[in-house]
């Protein structure tokens, strides 16, 4: 071999090199089109195949004009070999015959590379090309993994609702053939919406765990890839795997990296991969024993398509823990750790934080403790440790005990007026609110009127009681504007049929006297649901009633 110049040169060699082995790998693959099982046990019955062979995961299929490729594991080789004779093909050959393209190759370069100097910008760029190229193949060979569950039930605290809505999946997927044999149908995909931290991906673990089924993991960013048709490629992958080792799980957290609502600016990748994924959910059978979950904190930029029926129909929604969820959590977390003090206490302090926040929580107090070599955990590492956690991460909701009681005051009077004015509700609590959607067809004047009193109820008894308006009615005032503007504007409910500001003007300021005038009229019961947030940090619809029977 002649001597170099540089080292350059002879990395300029080896990255052309490479790029024409990758390009070469690419279009042998290319040349198979992949198929679906339909159309392959379409094909295998009308005997189409006339060669088989098998290379590593896959199975390369060739008619008399065309070649196709499936998953080994999505078909049973025994009843292919009944129609064909399979080949088994070592991989290793393929790279024998790369290394003598290799050289071959690498010698030609060497007298193109001497004759001309000027090629060192075009291999500037074909470096660039190489490394995509690269990225390309890499993707275009990934397996996606199934694993199992250890999680259960019994180790995730404080979603006993949860749990209610979630054994049917359990069930289903344990006992199948008892739902086939009476007709029934379950969901095909079950949506957890909550604030990040709440624990979607542990419930949807628990899910596989107590079903004893595969679990196969996508985070939805890894869908959208800047190369056009790998994300959708992806997709089919991980529904063709679910279903060859059904009864399985899918599931894809942050969905809304790939579910967000099409229009605006336009991406055609993400969109095509959407496509895809509701193509395939589409194409579930009834029996096919896979459920998808999908986790999300953003619900309102979904693509409505995602949403509809026969997709994902059941939704669940996971609050931040209360006290009561708060002092289970914590409780798991110090079960292998020697702690000396009251659980209730630390649960107090600790308002708003999520079940991964309590983790931190207990972590830091943990290394507090050793820090000061101290073998047990006490209430003042946690109080010391606090702050830590508040400003480590992102901010959480720590009310001091004046902040306690006006949001307590806040939340019941919203509570009650939900109660009274018929806006369905299941818990209302201390840091968030969620008043039940009724999917409608026609809504009436006075039940969307009735909605804004709702939210215009914590403003009113701020206003009653402290004789000031605080920074936490901005979410609520601004629900209550958009329902106002929705009448006036949209379906011509202000005193003019002609939508105009002071229509809208006119129905927040009727809304919001109706309300403080209840409102004065309620003090005992709102007193009394008021201390019951203050204390448990939330209500339920049932006790909002019980509050009422104990008063009238």
Request: proline share 2%.
């Amino acid at each position: 071999m002649p001597n170099f110049k540089s080292k350059k040169l002879l990395i300029s060699i080896m990255s052309l090199s490479v790029i024409v082995i990758l390009v070469l790998s690419v279009a042998l693959r290319d040349r198979n089109r992949v198929i679906s099982l339909d159309e392959y046990n379409s094909l295998l019955k009308d005997q189409v195949f006339k060669k088989a062979s098998l290379e590593g995961d896959e199975v390369i299929l060739k008619t008399d004009t065309k070649a196709y490729v499936i998953l080994k594991d999505a078909i049973n080789l025994k009843e292919l070999a009944r129609f064909v004779p399979i080949k088994v093909v070592k991989e290793a050959s393929f790279f024998k015959d790369a290394v003598i393209v290799l050289i071959i190759f690498m010698i030609l370069l060497m007298f193109s590379i001497y004759s001309n100097k000027r090629r060192k910008e075009e291999e500037k760029k074909e470096a660039i090309n190489q490394q995509n190229a690269f990225a390309y193949e890499n993707f275009g060979r990934s397996i996606i993994q199934r694993s199992s569950s250890n999680y259960k039930f019994s180790d995730i605290a404080g979603i006993s609702d949860v749990k209610e809505e979630l054994s049917e999946i359990v069930d289903f997927l344990k006992n199948s053939k008892k739902y086939k044999n009476r007709g029934i149908k379950l969901p095909k995909g079950v949506l957890l919406i909550g604030p990040p931290g709440v624990g979607k991906t542990m419930i949807a673990k628990a899910v596989a765990g107590e079903a004893n089924v595969p679990f196969f993991y996508q985070s939805g960013a890894s869908f959208v890839q800047i190369y056009v048709g790998m994300g959708a490629k992806r997709v089919r992958e991980l529904f063709l795997y679910a279903k060859a080792h059904a009864p399985s799980i899918i599931f894809i957290d942050e969905i809304d990296a790939v579910g967000k609502a099409r229009g605006g600016l336009r991406n055609d990748e993400r969109e095509s991969t959407l496509n895809e994924l509701l193509t395939q959910m589409d194409g579930f059978e009834d029996s096919s024993g896979v459920i998808v979950i999908g986790a999300t904190n953003k619900i309102e930029i979904i693509d409505e398509a995602l949403l509809r029926s026969g997709r994902f129909d059941r939704r669940i929604f996971i609050p931040m823990p209360d006290i009561k969820d708060r002092v289970k959590i914590l409780e798991i977390y110090l079960r292998d750790k020697n702690f000396d003090g009251d659980v209730k206490k630390i649960a107090k302090m600790s308002v708003g934080f999520s079940g991964a926040a309590l983790a931190t929580l207990v972590n830091e107090a943990a290394i507090n403790a050793l820090r000061e070599q101290r073998g047990v955990i006490n209430e003042d590492d946690f109080f010391a440790v606090r702050q830590k956690v508040l400003l480590g991460k992102r901010k959480v909701l720590n009310f001091s005990q004046k902040e306690k009681e006006i949001q307590s005051y806040y939340q019941a009077a919203k509570a009650l007026c939900a109660y009274w004015f018929e806006c369905d509700f299941d818990k209302i609590s201390l840091v968030n609110d969620r008043l039940k959607e009724l999917d409608l067809e026609i809504e009436s004047k006075s039940s969307m009127f009735s909605k804004i009193k709702v939210y215009l109820a914590g403003i009113a008894i701020s206003k009653i009681r402290y004789n000031e308006i605080f920074t936490n009615s901005a979410e609520d005032l601004e629900r209550a504007r958009d329902i106002a503007k929705q009448m006036s504007q949209k379906y011509g409910m202000g005193k003019s049929l002609v939508s105009n500001t002071e229509d809208v003007h006119k129905l927040l300021e009727n809304a919001k006297e109706d309300v403080e005038k209840f409102l004065i009229g309620m003090s005992k019961p709102l007193e009394k649901i008021a201390n019951s947030i203050y204390e448990n940090e939330s209500i339920t619809k049932d006790e909002v009633k019980r509050f009422l029977d104990e008063v009238f």
